[in-house]
C-alpha cells in the first residue's frame, strides 16, 4: 500500500515538473476603453494611470489589481500559449476588454530593470520617440510629476493615448515622439567651494587646500585638494554627500 501511494505521488510531482509555470502578471501595456492606460512590470506591481494598484495574486494564471481612487478593478489572465489577456470593471457597472500592444509580449531586458531605490541614477530628462507606430520604453526617473518638456512629432504627444509612465520608464507609442522631464527632481544647486571643501575636509578628517573645484554632470562637483599627506579627489554630490575621496598623489 504504501509503495502503491508512493507511485501516486511520484506521478503527480513529475506531472507538476512537466507543466511550465506561467506568471500571474507578465510584463504588459494595454489600452482600455475610456482611455484607461494599464501598465504591468512582470510579477507585479500593476499601474492604472500611472496609479501604482493594490495586487491580488489569485493563481499563476489570473491576478486582479485594484485601483483605489478610481474604484476600477483590471483583470489579467494568461493563455496556454502566454498571451496576457486584460479587462476591467469599473463604478455604475463599467467594464470592458482592454486592447494589449503587441510590444509589450515580452519584458524589458535586465540591463534596463533596476531595483526601488534605481530611481536617483536614472535621468531626470529624457528623449523618448515612438518610430513607425511602435511602443518604446526609455528609462527615466519617474518618481514625482512627469511631463512633456518639448513635442517633437508633429503627432500630439497625450498622456494616456500615446505615453505614459511604469516605475523606471516612460513609454510611447504611435508616433508620439518629444522629451519628457521630471519636474519633481530638478538638480540641486552646487555647494559653494567652502561648503564643498567642508564636506570632503570632514570625510578625510583633515584640513586640506582646494585646488580646483569642476561640476560633473548635474548631480556631482570634481574637487582636487591638498592634505598634508598628498592630493586627493573628492567627488562630492550636490546634496553635500561625499561620494568617494581617492587619493591621486602622495607626499
Known amino acids: 500500500m504504501r509503495l502503491k501511494t508512493l507511485s501516486v505521488v511520484a506521478a503527480v510531482l513529475g506531472v507538476a515538473l512537466a507543466t511550465p509555470a ?62 496576457p489577456q486584460v479587462s476591467y470593471t469599473g463604478r455604475n457597472g463599467a467594464n470592458g476588454i482592454c486592447q494589449v500592444s ?71 507609442n504611435a508616433g508620439c515622439r518629444a522629451v519628457f522631464r521630471n519636474t519633481s527632481s530638478a538638480p540641486r544647486a552646487a555647494p559653494a567651494g567652502d561648503t564643498a571643501l567642508g564636506s570632503c575636509n570632514a570625510r578625510k578628517g583633515d584640513q586640506g587646500t582646494l585646488v580646483t573645484q569642476v561640476p560633473v554632470g548635474s548631480d556631482y562637483q570634481e574637487l582636487i585638494i591638498d592634505y598634508a599627506d598628498g592630493r586627493f579627489l573628492c567627488m562630492l554630490r550636490n546634496n553635500g554627500q561625499v561620494q568617494s575621496l581617492t587619493p591621486v598623489r602622495h607626499r
Not at 40 to 61: M, S, W
Not at 106 to 122: E, Q, V
Open 22 to 83: 506561467l506568471a500571474a502578471v507578465p510584463f504588459l501595456n494595454a489600452r482600455c476603453p475610456g482611455g484607461i492606460d494599464v501598465h504591468a512590470d512582470a510579477g507585479g506591481p500593476v499601474y492604472v494611470q500611472g496609479r501604482q494598484t493594490t495586487l491580488k495574486h489569485v493563481n499563476d494564471r489570473y491576478a486582479e489589481a485594484r485601483d483605489a481612487q478610481s474604484g476600477l478593478t483590471v483583470s489579467i489572465s494568461t493563455g496556454d500559449d502566454g498571451t
Open 102 to 172: 503587441d510590444s509589450a509580449a515580452a519584458p524589458p531586458s535586465p540591463a534596463h530593470r533596476h531595483d526601488n531605490d534605481g530611481d536617483a541614477a536614472l535621468p531626470n530628462e529624457v528623449t523618448c520617440e515612438s518610430t513607425d507606430q511602435r511602443q518604446v520604453s526609455c528609462d527615466m526617473n519617474t518618481r514625482g510629476a512627469v511631463e512633456v518638456s518639448r513635442q517633437l512629432s508633429r503627432t500630439r504627444c497625450e498622456q494616456g493615448v500615446n505615453w505614459g509612465l511604469s516605475r523606471h520608464s516612460v513609454w510611447v
